[in-house]
Nanobody, 116 residues
Framework: QVQLVESGGGLVQPGGSLNLSCTVS????????YGWYRQAPGNDEREQVA????????EYLESVKGRFTISRDTVKNTVALQMNSLKPEDTAVYYC?????????WGQGTQVTVSS
């Protein structure tokens, strides 16, 4: 099994920055990509914000390109999401995600609120 634990959410003013971190443990060799998703208030679905494969191929949601950066530390077994120039519409619960050969795994989520 794979376990994911997020940290780093909080309240920030528009234009500010936050860094989210996801600590990965368990059967890491079964993972073939990592991602960050978010679920905004009132939305039933989660949207993929950023994805990084084990081969370091990266994709971003169009609305966060140039503002968010996903990265992976293979020594510390962490996946980070650096978020800059935050906007009120970035407010959501952010979830760390891993695709494994035995299914999808999710963290518990961390709240990000962008408000003045």
């Amino acid at each position: 099994q794979v376990q994911l634990v997020e940290s780093g959410g909080g309240l920030v003013q528009p234009g500010g920055s936050l860094n989210l971190s996801c600590t990965v443990s368990g059967y890491i060799m079964s993972i073939y990509n990592y991602g960050w998703y978010r679920q905004a208030p009132g939305n039933d679905e989660r949207e993929q914000v950023a994805k990084i494969t084990v081969g370091n191929v990266i994709e971003y949601l169009e609305s966060v390109k140039g503002r968010f950066t996903i990265s992976r530390d293979t020594v510390k077994n962490t996946v980070a999401l650096q978020m800059n120039s935050l906007k009120p519409e970035d407010t959501a619960v952010y979830y760390c995600h891993a695709s494994t050969y035995s299914g999808r795994r999710w963290g518990q989520g961390t709240q990000v609120t962008v408000s003045s």
